[in-house]
């Protein structure tokens, strides 16, 4: 499942928390799933695949490989 999957998904009222792990450090940014359609900087996020996901915080979590 991908990124793409998860937000299409979604509500306009989730607010997602992505999460992206490069060179053992963690990235993460929370917005809601309109931000991914409609920024083209989250295009390479949105192909990348979902390894887990939760609930965490009240936010819907994918760590992304």
Do not use: C, W
Not at 49 to 65: G, K, P
């Amino acid at each position: 499942m991908k990124l793409n999957d998860i937000v299409m998904a979604s509500t306009q009222n989730t607010k997602i928390r992505v999460v992206v792990k490069l060179y053992g450090t963690s990235f993460r940014t929370e917005h809601f799933p309109e931000y991914f359609l409609e920024s083209e900087e989250m295009d390479e996020l949105m192909d990348r695949e979902v390894v887990d996901i939760r609930v965490v915080d009240n936010l819907l979590e994918a760590i992304l490989r």
